[in-house]
């Protein structure tokens, strides 16, 4: 027994206890009567991660397997959530772990809000890669996650006076205790400089790349366990350090003070996390931190390639690279770099290895959102990987003039580097020509994708096209973060369901049961109270459990048309303005998202929902009907309060824009029935559910951009529509700020005057289609049997299901044999 270590593997309470008293005394040094709660935390966290290195140091050996491919899924964000839950749903060790730390005087619970999410990332682009990780480890496939170790991930929102102030995100202040640092695992990653050409021994022109700076990548590994699988896979993130040579081994002061210089803008690279829907161009740090990250991630499977054989050859054999959008999209240039320039290939066999290795991802739509570097900028940094470019951009665009004769315009729209005007490089177009397949991320995404981002290269290249729609974990979505539903779930119809969501299908014969609907009810109606309570703890505002939940938590963006709800709120508020009598349905408005720092418009957006908030709860002929609450800071921690309490989940972006969507899913999986239009993935989870168990409303992308290219005149609307006029006026005559008639000037001028995102169109669908809403609410029998329903139909949008469909279209990988 001892020599099996049982204290350190056993699932049973008793070796828990010890292991955990063990980490507490012999890792923290700490003896009981001093144990803070983080070092409770800490102990259990490292007992926890014990309990994770059988599996995970087999899966490690299987990466020197030659039999088997890799999947290598390259991400500039992964925004894991909290470790320490998921990882006891995974191994099945909740229960005992629970009992483990109440025989020693601790609450589970606490403990677990005591970790420090890392928030490696910005939204559903980082959250996807994090799902991803989940359902790899869960479906047995060997896969690295590779990364960037940000020493302040996303900011902490605060709300000041209705507005939001940026605290910077110290997650690393109290220890890391699930990551493990390798300090042999490093590369060199050079930076600027210029290129010589030189004749090698073989009388062959080659290229050499002389940097002026060299930075080196520290490898952190964090173990990612599947659930109940037995594989557990490795999220890898470099942080940036100083090469040695660089260090003080200066012997004059002035390349001491130079040396230092130096070793700062090593640590630099891998500080900060950007903010990602700000309209940033031109900040070489970003780029910086792109090719770092992706040099030493490539770099890094090369090595561990070398390993399993002796050439190059194969390396597409050995490595399927997804590019999680274009941030990572260097790794074409670089790919080849390596292989033409450090490893001697000729030009066409890197080509060929290199497009059978990378396949991208494309997340959005939005023309600001898409990639593009300043031609000088790009060249001060990257130097040899610009000369790399411009060579595959002449032998693409000769492949199309070839085909293509005379069509010049085409080549000029296709090329990489855009040359209308300042001249830039176009990381959408990279990724494309480097890649064996593109894909979207749903299915409405990919063909808005093939008909208008990437129209050009779908008409020569049809082949390369592909959708896989997102999908999100059930393990963190709905058994870690929703237990009440799965016991009631699992009572039901066993706990197949969690891997194989289809089973919840088996649900729909209880639909009409009596005592299944007053059990699913009491899960809400719980869920809604503990959420409640954490409102008034963060916010102070009272809000009714009884009270229709309404739920709108995303990053704030104009296109996802948080401003519409508000509308939306106003206009029920001047109902019972104009008649206290009026018979509305009570609601709790609940919203939840951070802006970008540098979005001015975001800004504001979130201080009209905090001013137009003031107004409506203390107004007493509302008399507690309308509760709005912003909650603030809403991350992945406070995502798995707020989706199993929502009763209605808000998808109101204006049809065309959103690529996906993945909080969408979030709710629908945990009983919310969604109101939305017909974008990103909305369209699927209708078909799912079926039309009669979703709210729809509004413009579909086709007549969004019929209604633009024939000239919108928002004031039409605006004329038309007596409420709607009624609201606008009341924000712009400073109803809802003070008398202050300047304050939400902006934002009511660009509805008026240019409204890009269609509020004003969409308007009275959508209020339509609430009032539907609050009447069906109202019949809770058949608000019951919608909601099981959703539950019920959406297996489709598990993860595991986007897994499978990459491993057999985009990547060719296989699970790992059961042993
Ligand atoms: C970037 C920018 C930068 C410029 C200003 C506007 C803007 C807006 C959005 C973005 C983010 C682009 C990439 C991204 O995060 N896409 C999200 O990916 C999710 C996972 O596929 C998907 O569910 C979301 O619909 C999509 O917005």
Redesign the pocket.
């Known amino acids: 027994d001892e020599g099996r270590e049982e204290f350190r593997r056993g699932s049973a309470v008793d070796a828990l206890t010890r292991a955990i008293l063990d980490h507490l005394y012999f890792t923290q040094a700490r003896p009981l009567t001093l144990a803070t709660r983080n070092d409770w935390y800490m102990a259990l966290a490292y007992a926890v991660r014990d309990r994770m290195l059988d599996d995970w140091l087999k899966s490690l050996s299987h990466l020197r397997n030659r039999e088997l491919k890799i999947v290598s899924y390259l991400s500039a964000e992964f925004l894991m959530g909290p470790h320490l839950g998921n990882n006891l749903v995974n191994l099945g060790i909740m229960e005992p772990a629970r009992e483990a730390l109440a025989a020693l005087g601790q609450d589970l619970d606490e403990l677990l809000r005591q970790e420090e999410e890392p928030g490696l990332g910005?939204?559903?682009?980082g959250r996807?890669a994090a799902c991803y990780l989940d359902s790899l480890a869960t479906l047995r496939v060997p896969a690295i996650g590779y990364g960037i170790r940000y020493e302040f991930g996303i900011f902490d929102q605060e709300i000041r006076d209705g507005w939001q102030a940026e605290k910077t995100d110290k997650w690393l202040r109290l220890g890391n205790p699930w990551e493990i640092c390798r300090p042999e695992i490093t590369y060199e990653v050079k930076v600027g400089g210029h290129t010589e050409r030189f004749t090698d021994e073989k009388g062959c022109v080659r290229v050499r790349w002389v940097p002026n700076k060299v930075v080196k990548g520290v490898a952190y590994d964090t173990p990612v366990a599947g659930y109940r699988s037995g594989v557990t896979d490795l999220l890898r993130l470099w942080k940036s350090e100083a090469v040695e040579s660089f260090d003080f081994q200066a012997f004059n002061v002035g390349d001491y003070y130079r040396a230092v210089e130096a070793k700062i803008f090593s640590e630099t690279i891998s500080k900060v996390l950007y903010p990602?829907?700000?309209?940033e161009i031109g900040k070489a740090l970003r780029l910086g931190q792109q090719y770092f990250f992706v040099s030493c991630s490539l770099q890094d499977m090369v090595r561990i390639h070398l390993l399993r054989e002796n050439s190059l050859d194969t390396f597409a054999a050995s490595f399927a690279v997804q590019l999680n959008?274009t941030h990572p999209s260097i790794a074409v240039a670089e790919l080849m770099r390596l292989l033409v320039d450090e490893h001697q290939f000729e030009w066409d066999a890197a080509w060929q290895i290199t497009r059978a290795t990378l396949a991208y991802t494309n997340?959005?739509l939005?023309p600001?959102?898409l990639e593009k570097w300043p031609l000088p900028l790009f060249a001060s940094i990257l130097p040899r990987h610009l000369e790399i470019i411009y060579e595959i951009n002449r032998r693409f665009l000769d492949e199309v003039r070839l085909v293509h004769q005379g069509d010049d315009q085409l080549a000029a729209r296709l090329s990489i580097i855009d040359e209308n005007g300042e001249r830039y490089v176009r990381m959408a177009h990279l990724a494309s020509v480097g890649s064996h397949a593109i894909n979207g991320?749903a299915a409405l995404h990919t063909e808005l994708l093939k008909q208008t981002v990437l129209k050009d290269f779908y008409e020569i290249h049809p082949e390369l096209f592909r959708n896989v729609t997102?999908g999100v974990t059930p393990r963190r979505w709905m058994v870690l973060s929703n237990p009440g539903l799965t016991r009631l779930i699992t009572e039901r119809i066993g706990d197949g369901w969690v891997t194989n969501p289809d089973e919840l299908r088996g649900l729909e014969p209880f639909v009409a049961d009596q005592t299944f609907q007053s059990a699913w009810q009491k899960v809400k109606r719980e869920n809604k109270s503990v959420l409640a309570g954490v409102i008034k703890a963060r916010t102070g505002i009272v809000v009714d459990p009884a009270s229709l939940f309404d739920v709108l938590v995303k990053r704030i963006?104009e296109y996802k048309r948080q401003h519409l709800k508000v509308l939306h709120i106003i206009t029920l508020y001047n109902r019972i303005k104009h008649d206290p009598q009026a018979d509305v349905t009570p609601r709790t408005f609940i919203f939840g998202g951070k802006a970008a720092p540098g979005y001015f418009m975001a800004k504001l957006i979130i201080k009209l929902v905090n001013s137009m908030g003031e107004v409506v709860n203390s107004d007493p002929d509302v008399a507690d009907r309308l509760k709005v609450v912003f909650f603030p800071d809403f991350n992945v921690t406070n995502g798995q309060m707020v989706y199993p309490a929502a009763d209605l989940s808000e998808q109101i972006s204006t049809a065309g824009k959103?690529?996906?969507?993945?909080g969408n899913m979030k709710f629908s999986l945990n009983g919310a029935l969604t109101i939305g239009t017909l974008d990103?993935a909305n369209v699927e989870i209708r078909e799912e559910v079926g039309a009669e168990n979703f709210f729809l409303f509004g413009l579909t992308a086709a007549e969004v951009s019929d209604l633009k290219s024939g000239g919108y005149d928002p004031r039409k609307w605006y004329g038309e529509k007596t409420e709607l006029r009624e609201a606008i006026d009341q924000i712009a005559g400073g109803l809802f700020s003070h008398g202050d008639r300047g304050l939400f000037q902006p934002l009511v001028e660009h509805l008026l005057n240019r409204d890009d995102y269609l509020l004003l169109a969409d308007y009275q669908a959508y209020i339509d289609c609430q009032d539907r809403v609050s009447a069906a609410f109202r019949d809770r029998k058949r608000w019951t049997e919608m909601s099981i329903l959703n539950v019920a139909r959406m297996g489709k949008f598990s993860s595991d299901r986007a897994i499978r469909e990459y491993c057999s279209d985009i990547w060719q990988a296989s699970p790992l044999p059961q042993d």
């Open positions: 910005n939204g559903g682009l996807l990602n829907d700000e309209p959008d997340h959005t939005l600001e959102a991320v997102n963006h959103e690529a996906s969507g993945t990103g």
